[in-house]
Structures are given as structure tokens and as C-alpha cells.
């Protein structure tokens, strides 16, 4: 089965730091665009960054220059590093992989199970 699970969420003060990863499970070939989104409560799930295979990246602008998106390929596990961070980036942060190739075929469009992200004040 493949499955992308998330870890290193928790609960941080404002101006501090938390790391994520995303690791895709199961019998993976290779993943395309990864990316990370965040869905506070009673809002909708926003883009917050994403990485192709190849490395190119792109953020949402209100967390330009705080975090960075990274990827291991032949882990198939993707990263993002949140620095200063602010009580308005409290939100539950979800992988979402685009396009897998997978000993069973080709798997679109797949989401982790979400991960808590809260900055305190």
C-alpha cells in the first residue's frame, strides 16, 4: 500500500523552529511534484510550498524567506524547515505527493494524514 506519513509537528513558541518530513511508504519507483499545504481551523487548505523532482521549488508568499522545501529522491521523503514562526502559521500541515510510480502502477494525487502545527504567542 502506499501511503505518504508525516512527522515533526508539535507545539513551539513564536520566533522558534520545527522540521518536517514526509516519507512516501510502500513499493515506490519515484514521486513527482511533493508539496506541503495547511488548512487552519475553519479556513481551506492553502499551498504553503512545493518541490519537483528536480529540485525547483515555489512558495506562498507569507512564508517566503522563513521556510524551506527540501527533498531526498531516493528516500522519497520530503522536507520543510519553518523558521520564525508565527502564531498565524498554527495550522494542520498535510503532504500531498502529485504523480507516483509504484509497483502496481500510477498512483494520483495522494495526501499524509496531517500533522498539528501550533506557535504560541
Known amino acids: 500500500q502506499v501511503q505518504l506519513v508525516e512527522s515533526g509537528g508539535g507545539l513551539v513558541q513564536a520566533g522558534g523552529s520545527l522540521r518536517l518530513s514526509c516519507a512516501a511508504s510502500g513499493s515506490i519507483f519515484s514521486v513527482n511534484r511533493m508539496g506541503w499545504y495547511r488548512q487552519a481551523p475553519g479556513k481551506q487548505r492553502d499551498l504553503v510550498a512545493i518541490?519537483?523532482?528536480?529540485?525547483?521549488?515555489n512558495y506562498t508568499d507569507s512564508v517566503k524567506g522563513r521556510f524551506t522545501i527540501s527533498r531526498d529522491n531516493a528516500k522519497n521523503t520530503v522536507y520543510l524547515q519553518m523558521n520564525s514562526l508565527k502564531p498565524e502559521d498554527t495550522a494542520v500541515y498535510y503532504c500531498n505527493a502529485d504523480r507516483a510510480v509504484t509497483s502496481i502502477g500510477v498512483r494520483y494525487d495522494f495526501w499524509g494524514q496531517g500533522t498539528q502545527v501550533t506557535v504560541s504567542s
Open positions: 518541490i519537483t523532482s528536480g529540485g525547483r521549488t
